[in-house]
């Protein structure tokens, strides 16, 4: 007898019809590899998340099932975007499996570097990040588009792993903690951090989309670290109060110069007491723009309804992995 995690495969498919009679069988043999390696459990799965797909990929998602039960495939009523098909295929996962390793559907993430990941879990990592160690393949415009965003984030104070994009493994206990954050406008790589628990990184090279086209154009990535930031941080707000406050005082700096002006004679009737009564009302408005933001801001993370603490080890409970055992 031995215990070994159920691994479920996470896979959002939209419109891709190319690529995904490609990379299905990767998937596939990948967990029959690791189960036949004493990894994960034989009950290992790979899910695909039709999302909303024009074209015949819930069709091949059909087919394949049908071919093989190692292969599963839940489909969304519309297309909701990335970030909500990976979501939609971990929380089916929850109830299921041990762990969940999302990835995309066209190869370019490195799909042995799953191989690590499940060792990285073995050694007691609950969340295993792949970060991409090079982006060669990326164009230019792409590869400095992308880092930038990752400091960006960073910087606004969004804790972000860099070059990490939604190729993880999370284990289920962790989800069951994520499920508890409810907010609507999700982003993943932002979200799982803040969940805690001990975590690790695996590296890969990224590579070239095996078929099919990018749904990522750029008005689609503004909007994804747009989401990225106004969802995790309410840093803008405070810049803004920050602006105030400068101009404000540099306000008062020039009504004091209209006054001394207009005292020296420099000047004509009322330019002064006009002068005054811009700078201190600009100043006065902006500040106040930024204290109710501040308050707007405290509104806005309230309704998220985020959990204020999550625990991760209690002693005088056992702690111990729920794998399934099963005969070897
Ligand atoms: N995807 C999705 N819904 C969308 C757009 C994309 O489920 O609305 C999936 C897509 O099928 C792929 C993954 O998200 O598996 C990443 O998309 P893509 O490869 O087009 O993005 P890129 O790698 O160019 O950033
Ligand atoms: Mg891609």
């Known amino acids: 007898m031995q215990a070994r995690p159920i691994l479920w495969i996470i896979i959002p498919c939209y419109n891709e019809e190319q690529v995904l009679p490609l990379t299905a069988p990767m998937f596939l043999n990948k967990i029959l590899s690791l189960s036949q390696a004493g990894r994960i459990s034989a009950a290992s799965r790979v899910l695909f998340v039709n999302d909303g797909s024009r074209d015949k990929t819930w069709d091949i998602i059909c087919d394949l099932a049908r071919q093989d ?7 969304q009523s519309r297309n909701r975007g990335h970030q909500n098909a990976v979501l939609a295929g971990l929380m089916e996962a929850i109830d299921h499996c041990d762990i969940t390793i999302s990835i995309d559907c066209d190869g370019q993430d490195d799909i042995n570097a799953m191989d690590e990941m499940v060792e990285e879990y073995w050694k007691g990592s609950e969340v295993v990040y792949g970060v991409r160690s090079r982006r060669d393949t990326d164009t230019w415009f792409k590869r400095t588009t992308a880092e930038g965003f ?3 984030m960073n910087g606004l104070g969004a804790e972000v792993v ?5 190729y993880r493994l999370i284990s289920t206990r962790v989800l069951k903690h994520f499920a508890d954050f409810e907010e609507v406008n999700i982003f993943l790589r932002g979200l799982i951090p803040l969940v805690g628990f001990k975590s690790s990184s695996v590296y890969y090279a990224r590579s070239e989309r095996l078929a099919g086209e990018s749904h990522y154009p750029l008005k689609k990535m503004l909007a994804l670290a747009f989401n990225g930031i106004t969802s995790l941080s309410v ?5 803004i109060t920050g602006i105030g406050v400068c101009v404000s005082l540099l306000g008062v700096a020039a009504a004091i110069w209209a006054i001394i002006e207009a005292i020296l004679g420099n000047t004509v ?9 811009v700078c201190l009302l600009g100043g006065i408005q902006l500040i106040s ?4 933001g501040q308050y707007v801001g405290k509104t806005y993370l309230e309704t998220k309804r985020r959990p204020r603490y999550i625990i991760s080890e ?9 794998w399934i055992e099963e005969e070897t």
């Open 235 to 239: 840093k803008p707000i405070t810049l």
């Open 150 to 152: 990752y400091r960006l």
């Open 69 to 75: 039960e190692h292969y599963l495939g839940i489909c």
């Open 269 to 277: 009737a009322g330019w002064a007491s006009i002068i005054c009564i």
């Open 289 to 292: 723009l930024g204290v109710i």
């Open 314 to 322: 209690r002693t005088w409970e056992d702690h111990q992995r729920h």
């Open 162 to 166: 860099f070059n990490h994009a939604d």
